[in-house]
Every structure is written in structure tokens, then in C-alpha cells.
């Protein structure tokens, strides 16, 4: 039996038989791809409850048009319209594992199996010590990026209007703060949860997060009476050189010889090494002088109206470069952060000093509850309310539903004249129109 099913474009025509064919109405055939569909007929097969036949086969399928179509579709998938803003997490409740807990227990008893038999744990480096060599220039790629990025991020804040909430974390990129009621500070009921806006700094925009800088990340572990002996220096420049780079005020330890484990005991070390002392030189300036956000703004002068744009590209590339190259390094070097607290400790395990005071750390003494860490956790974005026209009128809560946001950096650089990424498009929601006027009173 012969039926005829018409495609949405006349040029189109499905011809149902056993050995089913596509025609084309194309002078040109571009390649030829095969689907499988399911269609309903009056041929020979099983019947279906509404009298139809499923029939299974093949189509082969010419055409320019239809690659193009799945190209689209591609894109699409790649990056959608809108997607939903990251959900904040409660403090009253630990972080979810980054590695799916089913993983964490069988491979703890497999390495008990292993340590049972008294077979040695297999390493791999940097698991056992020794550097990836092939990681090396990421580290130092990394490392120029985030000069770059304090910089040019230092810059920009002189010309471009930021502010913070003295109360809560909250930060508003635009010449006025926002008129959203969710200030969560101590006294917010004061104030109805609006925010008590003031001039918003460099730490506020790339938040500091720190860590332990040890000379041997494998050695001695920090104890609490122990931990003013050891530097606190940005957890992003730990990493850095715990995968290869070198800077004189802060060594580290690199092995020849891989270390050994039976479980969870090492059993090859090689030897306590002390860390050298450091040289006090007032003449020279320190390395660390470059990689802090300490005294950014002072150091950095405000740029001339026609070097703004550019400086605002090569910050935004900066911050592209830091998030791609920390990202890669964490997926070979280790690095922990506490489930409750926004600590974070580079190295093999973390450290024991008792510093918590988030959710029951009287459970805890104090103790960090240590997990994997997360890029999010070592280089945070900080989301900011997305501004359209930042000399417009603030942000109102009733449209809040309305608005986008971006990370902080991405939002500073956008204002002053950047090409923003489109993986950051469809959070901020540029194409949702915002009521204003009658139809912004009707619809809040």
C-alpha cells in the first residue's frame, strides 16, 4: 500500500514502503545522512490500538538545508536562551559533595582492600609529590593573567561606579545602588532588607579567598597552635606554585622521587625537610607585591578616557584565562574546602587548624569539615545584578524576575566598554524586555 505524507515545505515529499525514500526537491545535493522514524501505515505488521502499524526504517536523507537545520540545533543546545541563576546554598546545611558520595565510598574500600593485602596505593604525579611537567605554563599563564586581572580591575574601579552593602555581601555595579529587599544583614528589619550602600573596593568585586602557603604540602600538617607560622597568600597563587612556578619569597619542594602510601599511611616520605628562611630585604620589593589585592587601588592611577575600552578587554580576557587555566589545574592538583565555611586549603589534605564557626562547629571543635573543592570555591564569580542603563533608574524588587545577572568582573568590564563572552548571554537575559511604566505597574 502506496501513502503519500506531506512534509511543512512543499519542496519536501515522504514516501512510505517497505524500503522507505526521501525525494528532495534540491538541484543540489550536499551529503546523505540516515534516520530512523516511526510511521504509521496500512502495511503488513503489528497492530496498534488505534488501528495504525509502527513501522521502523530508515530514511536516507539528502540535502544542504537539513545539516544546516542540525547545525542550528547544535548551537542551540551549546548555548540556550535563558538558564536559571546558580542556587544559593543554605547555611544551615553542609555543601554537597562535588564527587558523587557512591564514588567516595568504593574507592575507599578499595584502597582499604589494597592496604589489607599490603599492596602500595598507585600514585601518579602530582598525586605522588612530583610536578606535571605539562602543566607548568598553564601555571605561569595563570599567574600573569591574575597580575593583569588585579590591575586592570583596579583601574576600572575608578571609573566605573561599584557599590557594596556595609551589611550583607551584596554588590551593585551602576552609578545608583538597587531598591531589591533582600539584605540579609543585622539590622535589615530596620531598614525593611534594603541594602546601606558605600563605595564598593577591589576585594569586594574579586573576593579574597586564601589559603596556607606550605613549603612541603606533604609534609608536617598545620596545627592550630602551629598556624601563624605559615604565610596566608590567595589560594589561585598557592596553586600556582605548588604546579611548578617559582617565586623566591615563598619556596616549595620539589621531589625527585615520588612519595609511597599503603592506604592512607605514607611510607616513603623522603625525610622532613625544613622550609629555608625567608630573607628580610626593605630595599627590594616583595613578589607578593603584584599578586595581592592589598593596596590595588592606590598603586594603579585612573586610565585616560581613550585607554578604558581596551584595559576593560584585557581585563575580561584575564579573568577568562585565571578561570580556564585554574580549572585545568585542579583537575590534576588537589584542593580542599571546608563544607560549612568558605575555607579553602591547597594540598593533598587539609589542615587541622580549629577556625569554623559556621553551622555546629561545636560538633566539630572548630574543625573544618574538608571535602573537594570546587572552581567556584578557589576563583568564586560573585553574582551581580545584570544593568542595562546604568545611569537609568535603580533596579526595583517587583521586577526582579525581569533581571539578569553576570559575575562581577564580567559586569565591570561590560560597563566600561568590553565584548561580553556569550556563555554569560543567557544569564543575563537580554532578550526579556522589562515593563516599564504602566505595564511595570500592572505587572508588579
Not at 280 to 308: K, Q, V, W, Y
Not at 392 to 420: D, S, T, W
Amino acid at each position: 500500500m502506496l501513502q503519500w505524507l506531506q512534509a511543512v515545505s512543499p519542496a519536501f515529499s515522504v514516501q512510505c514502503l517497505p524500503d522507505v525514500s526521501l525525494g528532495i526537491g534540491r538541484s543540489q545535493l550536499a551529503g546523505l545522512c540516515s534516520y530512523t522514524l516511526k510511521l504509521k501505515g496500512g502495511h503488513d505488521g503489528r497492530r496498534l490500538p488505534k488501528g495504525g502499524v509502527l513501522l521502523r526504517t530508515t530514511l536516507h536523507c539528502a540535502g544542504r538545508g537539513l545539516r544546516h537545520d542540525f547545525r542550528r540545533i547544535e548551537n542551540q543546545k551549546e548555548y540556550p536562551q535563558n538558564v536559571e541563576f546558580p542556587p544559593i546554598q543554605p547555611k544551615k546545611k553542609k555543601k554537597p559533595y562535588p564527587v558523587p558520595l557512591k564514588k567516595i565510598q568504593r574507592d575507599a574500600r578499595e584502597n582499604k582492600r589494597l592496604a589489607e593485602l599490603g599492596i602500595e596505593k598507585p600514585l601518579e604525579p602530582p598525586k605522588n609529590g612530583l610536578i606535571v611537567q605539562d602543566l607548568v605554563p598553564v601555571a605561569h599563564e595563570v599567574l600573569d593573567a591574575w597580575k593583569s586581572l588585579i590591575k586592570g580591575l583596579s583601574q576600572l574601579l575608578h571609573v566605573v561606579p561599584a557599590h557594596a552593602c556595609c551589611e550583607c555581601t551584596e554588590i551593585h555595579v551602576a552609578q545608583t545602588g538597587h531598591q531589591i529587599q533582600d539584605c540579609e544583614g543585622s539590622s535589615s528589619m530596620k531598614r525593611r532588607s534594603l541594602h546601606s550602600w558605600i563605595k564598593a573596593s577591589i576585594n569586594d568585586i574579586l573576593v579574597p579567598i586564601e589559603s596556607y602557603h606550605m613549603y612541603d604540602p606533604f609534609g608536617r600538617r598545620i596545627k592550630h597552635e602551629t598556624r601563624f607560622d605559615y604565610d596566608r597568600i590567595p589560594a589561585v597563587v598557592e596553586l600556582c606554585i605548588q604546579a611548578g612556578v617559582e617565586l623566591p619569597d615563598y619556596p616549595s619542594r620539589r621531589r625527585t622521587k615520588p612519595i609511597r602510601m599503603i592506604g592512607k599511611k605514607v611510607i616513603d616520605i623522603g625525610g622532613f625537610a625544613e622550609e629555608p628562611k625567608k630573607q628580610c630585604n626593605l630595599s627590594s620589593p616583595s613578589s607578593m607585591f603584584d599578586l595581592d589585592t592589598h593596596g590595588a587601588m592606590t598603586r594603579f592611577p585612573p586610565p585616560s578616557e581613550s585607554d578604558i575600552p581596551n584595559i576593560a578587554q584585557e581585563t575580561m580576557t584575564a579573568y577568562e584565562t585565571v578561570g580556564k587555566g585554574v580549572r585545568e589545574l585542579m583537575r590534576k592538583y588537589t584542593v580542599k574546602a571546608c563544607g560549612y565555611c568558605s575555607e579553602v586549603h591547597v594540598g593533598p589534605w587539609g589542615h587541622n587548624a580549629k577556625l569554623c564557626g559556621e553551622f555546629k562547629h561545636q560538633w566539630r571543635d572548630g574543625k573544618h569539615g574538608w571535602q573537594d573543592a570546587t572552581v567556584e570555591e578557589v576563583f568564586p564569580p560573585n553574582y551581580v545584578w545584570h544593568v542595562r542603563d546604568p545611569k537609568g533608574p535603580p533596579l526595583r524588587g517587583q521586577l526582579k524576575r525581569f533581571y539578569g545577572k553576570a559575575p562581577a568582573i564580567v559586569e565591570v568590564c561590560m560597563q566600561a566598554g568590553a565584548q561580553v563572552p556569550r556563555k554569560y548571554i543567557p544569564m543575563m537575559r537580554l532578550d526579556i524586555i522589562v515593563p516599564e511604566g504602566e505595564e511595570a505597574r500592572l505587572v508588579a
